[in-house]
Protein backbone atom coordinates (compact mmCIF):
# COMPACT_ATOMS: atom_id res chain seq x y z
CA UNK A 1 0.00 0.00 0.00
CA UNK A 2 1.49 3.07 -1.28
CA UNK A 3 0.05 6.41 -0.74
CA UNK A 4 0.19 8.64 -3.74
CA UNK A 5 -2.32 11.77 -2.63
CA UNK A 6 -5.11 12.75 -0.39
CA UNK A 7 -8.27 15.26 -0.67
CA UNK A 8 -6.82 18.48 -1.68
CA UNK A 9 -9.13 20.47 0.04
CA UNK A 10 -8.83 23.22 2.83
CA UNK A 11 -4.92 23.47 2.93
CA UNK A 12 -4.50 27.71 3.68
CA UNK A 13 -0.79 27.42 4.73
CA UNK A 14 2.35 26.55 2.49
CA UNK A 15 3.57 23.78 4.54
CA UNK A 16 7.07 25.21 4.82
CA UNK A 17 8.35 22.67 7.76
CA UNK A 18 6.84 20.03 5.52
CA UNK A 19 9.82 21.25 2.66
CA UNK A 20 12.29 21.87 4.92
CA UNK A 21 12.08 18.56 6.43
CA UNK A 22 11.87 16.78 3.42
CA UNK A 23 15.24 18.50 2.21
CA UNK A 24 16.87 18.23 5.76
CA UNK A 25 16.51 14.22 5.16
CA UNK A 26 17.68 14.56 1.69
CA UNK A 27 21.26 16.11 2.85
CA UNK A 28 21.55 14.13 5.93
CA UNK A 29 21.29 10.82 3.88
CA UNK A 30 23.66 12.23 0.83
CA UNK A 31 26.28 13.14 4.05
CA UNK A 32 25.51 8.82 5.02
CA UNK A 33 26.74 8.35 1.52
CA UNK A 34 29.73 10.14 1.35
CA UNK A 35 30.97 10.03 4.77
CA UNK A 36 29.92 6.58 5.44
CA UNK A 37 29.46 4.50 7.95
CA UNK A 38 31.51 6.12 10.72
CA UNK A 39 28.59 9.22 10.26
CA UNK A 40 25.67 6.55 10.71
CA UNK A 41 27.32 5.48 14.09
CA UNK A 42 27.87 8.91 15.36
CA UNK A 43 24.18 10.06 15.11
CA UNK A 44 22.38 6.87 15.20
CA UNK A 45 20.48 6.06 18.55
CA UNK A 46 21.96 2.34 19.50
CA UNK A 47 20.46 1.07 22.49
CA UNK A 48 23.24 -0.37 25.10
CA UNK A 49 25.55 2.66 24.08
CA UNK A 50 23.02 5.08 24.59
CA UNK A 51 22.34 3.25 27.92
CA UNK A 52 25.93 3.48 29.14
CA UNK A 53 26.10 7.31 28.71
CA UNK A 54 22.42 8.59 28.37
CA UNK A 55 23.67 12.31 28.76
CA UNK A 56 26.26 12.09 26.35
CA UNK A 57 23.83 10.53 23.43
CA UNK A 58 20.66 12.00 24.45
CA UNK A 59 21.39 14.27 21.03
CA UNK A 60 21.07 10.93 18.81
CA UNK A 61 16.90 10.42 20.17
CA UNK A 62 16.33 13.32 17.91
CA UNK A 63 19.31 13.20 15.09
CA UNK A 64 18.32 9.45 14.30
CA UNK A 65 15.22 10.69 13.00
CA UNK A 66 17.40 12.06 10.40
CA UNK A 67 18.87 9.07 8.98
CA UNK A 68 17.85 6.24 6.62
CA UNK A 69 18.90 2.55 6.41
CA UNK A 70 18.55 2.83 2.40
CA UNK A 71 17.13 4.38 -0.90
CA UNK A 72 13.69 2.43 -0.35
CA UNK A 73 14.04 3.05 3.87
CA UNK A 74 14.18 6.84 2.26
CA UNK A 75 11.83 6.86 -0.46
CA UNK A 76 9.37 5.48 1.73
CA UNK A 77 8.98 8.06 4.43
CA UNK A 78 9.43 10.56 1.84
CA UNK A 79 6.93 9.58 0.15
CA UNK A 80 4.53 9.20 3.51
CA UNK A 81 5.86 12.85 4.83
CA UNK A 82 4.58 14.37 1.24
CA UNK A 83 0.97 13.23 1.14
CA UNK A 84 0.25 13.34 5.22
CA UNK A 85 1.96 16.06 6.92
CA UNK A 86 0.91 18.95 4.88
CA UNK A 87 -2.64 19.12 5.92
CA UNK A 88 -1.26 18.50 9.40
CA UNK A 89 1.05 21.62 9.37
CA UNK A 90 -1.49 23.75 8.18
CA UNK A 91 -4.22 22.55 10.62
CA UNK A 92 -1.48 23.05 13.72
CA UNK A 93 0.66 26.13 12.15
CA UNK A 94 4.13 25.75 11.31
CA UNK A 95 5.75 25.77 15.01
CA UNK A 96 3.84 23.94 16.64
CA UNK A 97 3.88 21.28 13.55
CA UNK A 98 8.10 20.81 13.61
CA UNK A 99 7.61 20.47 17.45
CA UNK A 100 5.29 17.87 17.20
CA UNK A 101 7.20 16.04 14.50
CA UNK A 102 10.45 16.08 16.75
CA UNK A 103 8.64 15.14 19.89
CA UNK A 104 6.79 12.16 17.74
CA UNK A 105 10.38 10.85 16.42
CA UNK A 106 11.88 11.32 20.10
CA UNK A 107 9.65 9.07 21.88
CA UNK A 108 9.08 6.56 18.94
CA UNK A 109 12.66 6.13 19.40
CA UNK A 110 12.67 6.07 23.12
CA UNK A 111 9.70 3.32 22.96
CA UNK A 112 11.81 0.88 20.30
CA UNK A 113 14.42 1.25 22.30
CA UNK A 114 12.95 0.13 25.07
CA UNK A 115 12.57 -3.39 23.48
CA UNK A 116 16.08 -3.40 22.19
CA UNK A 117 17.98 -2.54 25.58
CA UNK A 118 21.32 -4.67 24.96
CA UNK A 119 21.19 -4.43 21.32
CA UNK A 120 24.06 -2.63 19.03
CA UNK A 121 22.13 -2.30 16.61
CA UNK A 122 21.44 1.26 14.95
CA UNK A 123 18.03 2.95 15.08
CA UNK A 124 17.66 5.00 12.45
CA UNK A 125 14.65 6.87 10.55
CA UNK A 126 11.92 9.02 9.87
CA UNK A 127 9.44 6.84 10.25
CA UNK A 128 8.50 7.18 14.22
CA UNK A 129 7.88 10.73 13.98
CA UNK A 130 6.09 9.99 10.37
CA UNK A 131 3.61 7.75 12.20
CA UNK A 132 2.95 10.72 14.63
CA UNK A 133 1.57 12.48 11.97
CA UNK A 134 -0.20 9.55 10.70
CA UNK A 135 -1.65 9.60 14.25
CA UNK A 136 -2.46 13.58 13.57
CA UNK A 137 -4.19 13.26 10.58
CA UNK A 138 -6.09 10.19 11.32
CA UNK A 139 -7.77 12.53 14.42
CA UNK A 140 -8.44 15.22 12.28
CA UNK A 141 -9.12 14.17 8.99
CA UNK A 142 -10.96 10.94 9.68
CA UNK A 143 -13.26 11.11 6.55
CA UNK A 144 -10.52 12.57 3.87
CA UNK A 145 -10.25 9.34 1.20
CA UNK A 146 -6.34 8.28 0.72
CA UNK A 147 -5.19 7.94 -3.00
CA UNK A 148 -3.12 4.44 -2.37
CA UNK A 149 -1.72 2.28 -5.01
CA UNK A 150 -2.18 -0.91 -4.56
CA UNK A 151 -0.52 -3.68 -7.11
CA UNK A 152 -1.43 -2.49 -10.23
CA UNK A 153 -4.40 -0.16 -9.42
CA UNK A 154 -5.51 3.37 -7.41
CA UNK A 155 -7.99 3.11 -5.13
CA UNK A 156 -9.63 5.40 -2.82
CA UNK A 157 -10.18 4.77 1.38
CA UNK A 158 -11.35 6.94 4.15
CA UNK A 159 -8.21 7.88 6.31
CA UNK A 160 -9.98 5.75 9.39
CA UNK A 161 -9.56 2.75 6.88
CA UNK A 162 -6.32 3.11 5.33
CA UNK A 163 -4.56 4.44 8.18
CA UNK A 164 -6.59 2.23 10.62
CA UNK A 165 -4.88 -1.20 8.46
CA UNK A 166 -1.69 0.41 8.25
CA UNK A 167 -1.76 0.74 12.11
CA UNK A 168 -2.69 -2.72 12.56
CA UNK A 169 0.33 -3.90 10.50
CA UNK A 170 2.09 -2.24 12.26
CA UNK A 171 0.97 -3.89 15.50
CA UNK A 172 0.82 -7.47 14.67
CA UNK A 173 4.67 -6.75 12.85
CA UNK A 174 5.54 -5.19 15.72
CA UNK A 175 4.84 -8.31 18.56
CA UNK A 176 6.26 -11.17 15.60
CA UNK A 177 9.91 -8.70 14.86
CA UNK A 178 10.36 -7.59 18.40
CA UNK A 179 13.76 -10.31 19.60
CA UNK A 180 14.30 -10.15 15.90
CA UNK A 181 14.80 -6.65 15.59
CA UNK A 182 16.86 -6.83 18.79
CA UNK A 183 19.20 -9.38 17.41
CA UNK A 184 19.90 -8.33 13.70
CA UNK A 185 18.36 -5.49 13.12
CA UNK A 186 14.97 -4.57 10.87
CA UNK A 187 12.02 -2.90 10.68
CA UNK A 188 11.67 -0.59 13.65
CA UNK A 189 7.53 -1.09 14.17
CA UNK A 190 7.67 -0.74 17.81
CA UNK A 191 9.49 2.69 16.66
CA UNK A 192 5.44 3.04 14.31
CA UNK A 193 3.03 1.46 17.23
CA UNK A 194 4.78 4.55 19.35
CA UNK A 195 5.02 7.19 17.46
CA UNK A 196 1.43 7.18 15.39
CA UNK A 197 0.04 6.94 19.72
CA UNK A 198 1.97 9.32 20.72
CA UNK A 199 1.00 11.46 17.63
CA UNK A 200 -2.75 10.81 17.84
CA UNK A 201 -2.84 11.41 21.80
CA UNK A 202 -0.87 14.67 21.27
CA UNK A 203 -3.41 15.47 18.44
CA UNK A 204 -6.01 16.37 21.42
CA UNK A 205 -3.68 18.68 22.73
CA UNK A 206 -2.63 20.77 20.38
CA UNK A 207 -5.73 21.26 17.94
Not at 17 to 33: D, G, K, P, R, S
Not at 81 to 86: A, D, E, I
Not at 175 to 192: D, F, K, P, R, V
Request: aromatic share 18%; glycine share 10%.
Amino acid sequence: MIPIGDDPSSRKKFPLFTYLLFAANLVVFYQQLTRGQAFIERWALIPNRFLADPVHDFTTLFTAVFLHGGWFHLAGNMIYLLVFSNKVEARFGHLKFIVFYLIAGFMANLIQMTFTLESGIPIVGASGAIAGILGAYLVMFPKNKIKIFVTFFVIKLPALIAIGIWFIIQFFNGLASISETAQTGGIAYMAHVGGFLVGFILTFFIK
